[in-house]
């Protein structure tokens, strides 16, 4: 079942793209990330662009993000003020990353870019998760319990100016710690076209400080209205947002998720994390070899 995606300008399997999406929803559901971080590498194995996998990414993040914003928020779990904060930052970041985009775009570095932050982000973030979740399996077979991390912001951020009170997050902070953390995560989500949340997610438990109740609601309501700036920014700049792709994607997305949430209540937290480590890496790894391998064809003509 052969379509035709118009920005991507090539034909692609339907069914293909909707499986991808498939698995990456079936890893959201089972380790409970957003996904997107895989998103546009699986993408890019395919054959889709580098730009256009980025964007297009991006706005199946923001489909896929409404349902999970609206249950956390029926349970009171979003920290409005604090996410109001990180969508001000997160826009703001989206704006300069628009800037970044179109500049490594005019160069022609922008596709090469792309693919060295995915291997040194997915390599770092593999190779954190791996080790905390070998320390967590050795934990668990001798038995011991390993101590709880203790629940404090970080010195820099105490350090910082003009304090606010975010009361369902139970901080006594200055702003400028969500806002730079927000500005950070616009600008990988205009980039890469993640959704932030694998970087937001532990940056509000460590450096800010956050109740682990409200971390996860706040950061898919921030999520959820960065990806969707970030989507029209390309719309109206890079043009690179196809949306049949986004559609198909989102189509798997929702399917993979409910399967994969019924199947992370069968397997152990501690097995579950090693097995995300592990696919992390792998997709590092072959990012890194499609950089350092020579293509087939040097050369391609473009018609205009």
Not at 84 to 92: A, E, H, M, P, Y
Not at 229 to 248: C, F, I, N
């Amino acid at each position: 079942m052969d379509l035709y995606l118009p920005i991507a300008n090539l034909s692609v399997n339907a069914l293909v793209i909707i499986a991808l999406g498939g698995v990456v929803g079936l890893l959201s559901g089972m380790f409970g990330v957003g996904g997107g971080f895989l998103t546009t590498p699986l993408l890019i194995f395919y054959g889709i662009p580098p730009t256009v996998a980025a964007a297009s990414a991006a706005s199946q993040v923001t489909g896929a993000s409404v349902s999970g914003v609206v249950t956390h928020m029926s349970r009171g779990t979003v920290d409005f003020r604090m996410g109001g904060v990180l969508i001000v930052g997160g826009v703001v970041g989206a704006g300069l990353g628009v800037l970044i985009f179109r500049l490594l775009q005019a160069i022609g570095q922008i596709d090469t870019v792309i693919g060295i932050l995915y291997v040194l982000m997915l390599g770092g973030i593999g190779s954190l998760m791996a080790k905390e979740s070998i320390q967590a399996l050795i934990a668990l077979k001798s038995g011991r319990r390993i101590q709880a991390r203790k629940r404090r912001h970080h010195p820099l951020v105490a350090a910082m100016p003009m304090r606010w009170r975010f009361y369902r997050s139970g901080l006594y902070i200055s702003p400028l710690a969500p806002l730079l953390l927000g500005m950070a995560t616009g600008i990988l989500t205009m980039l890469l076209g993640v959704g932030g949340g694998f970087i937001l997610v532990p940056a509000m438990l460590y450096l800010l400080g956050m109740t682990t109740q409200s971390v996860v609601g706040t950061s898919l309501f921030q999520i959820l209205f960065v990806t969707m700036a970030t989507t029209m920014m390309h719309a109206m700049t890079t043009h690179a947002v196809d949306l049949v792709l986004a559609m198909l994607l989102l189509i798997g997305s929702v399917t993979g998720a409910q399967v994969g949430t019924r199947i992370s209540m069968t397997i152990r937290p501690e097995y579950l994390r090693i097995l995300l480590a592990a696919i992390v890496l792998l997709v590092a790894a072959r990012m890194a070899l499609g950089l350092g391998f020579r293509p087939d064809e040097i050369y391609t003509v473009e018609v205009r």
